[in-house]
Antibody, heavy 121, light 108 residues
Framework: EVQLVESGGGLVQPGGSLRLSCAAS????????MNWVRQAPGKGLEWVSY????????YYADSVKGRFTISRDNAKNSLYLQMNSLRAEDTAVYYC??????????????WGQGTMVTVSS | SSELTQDPAVSVALGQTVRITCQGD??????ASWYQQKPGQAPVLVIY???NRPSGIPDRFSGSSSGNTASLTITGAQAEDEADYYC???????????FGGGTKLTVL
């Protein structure tokens, strides 16, 4: 079964750090680009970051640039999001999502169940 | 980056057809994809590209595009289609991803 499982969420104080992980199974992880997407409570989806299959190309949303770092370990079939200098507005469910973008099409076909990050004192 | 605009809420009578739209300048260059999200669940891809449905998505879901507007059409809406629907695409640079604000679909 194709699956993504996030972990690492929790409660953190403003200014703190957290590292999220996403474990992939059921497909050749190293062949796929990956993304992090978040959803604040009661709000819509917000794209956070993208990483190419090799890890050589990375993009971030302006809202997290300079504070978050995306990475991957293809040998461990894992995706990561290091989050530093956390703010209250970073409170959200964080999803990892498999990217099947090709040409002029952008699509995330597999999503994890999400992990909740709460930034509060 | 560019924005994608969706109507906040749409309603449809059971068995009728409903169209959910997504507007944005980047849609003149890039296709939109559509996601269904039910309460407490992760999003599910329902339409991508020109008009492609992932395996397991009913054929009552279809997609189209014209100019700066992409549309998701549900032909013969069912009670289980009640959900939030989001579009996404690339921004004008082609590097970043943007999501629409979402449309809450109510099936009456």
């Amino acid at each position: 079964e194709v699956q993504l499982v996030e972990s690492g969420g929790g409660l953190v104080q403003p200014g703190g750090s957290l590292r999220l992980s996403c474990a992939a199974s059921g497909f050749t992880f190293s062949s796929y680009e990956m993304n992090w997407v978040r959803q604040a409570p009661g709000k819509g989806l917000e794209w956070v970051s993208y990483i190419s299959s090799s890890g050589s190309t990375i993009y971030y949303a302006d809202s997290v640039k300079g504070r978050f770092t995306i990475s991957r370990d293809n040998a461990k079939n894992s995706l990561y999001l290091q989050m530093n200098s956390l703010r209250a507005e970073d409170t959200a469910v964080y999803y990892c999502a498999r990217d099947i973008t090709f040409g002029y099409e952008t699509a995330f076909d597999i999503w994890g169940q999400g992990t909740m990050v709460t930034v509060s004192s | 980056s560019s924005e994608l605009t969706q109507d906040p809420a749409v309603s449809v009578a059971l068995g009728q057809t409903v169209r959910i739209t997504c507007q944005g300048d980047s849609l003149r260059s890039y296709y939109a994809s559509w996601y269904q999200q039910k309460p407490g669940q992760a999003p599910v891809l329902v339409i991508y590209g020109k008009n492609n449905r992932p395996s397991g998505i009913p054929d009552r879901f279809s997609g189209s595009s014209s100019g700066n507007t992409a549309s998701l059409t549900i032909t013969g809406a069912q009670a289980e289609d009640e959900a939030d629907y989001y579009c996404n695409s690339r921004d004008s640079s082609g590097n970043l991803v943007v999501f629409g604000g979402g449309t809450k679909l109510t099936v009456l």
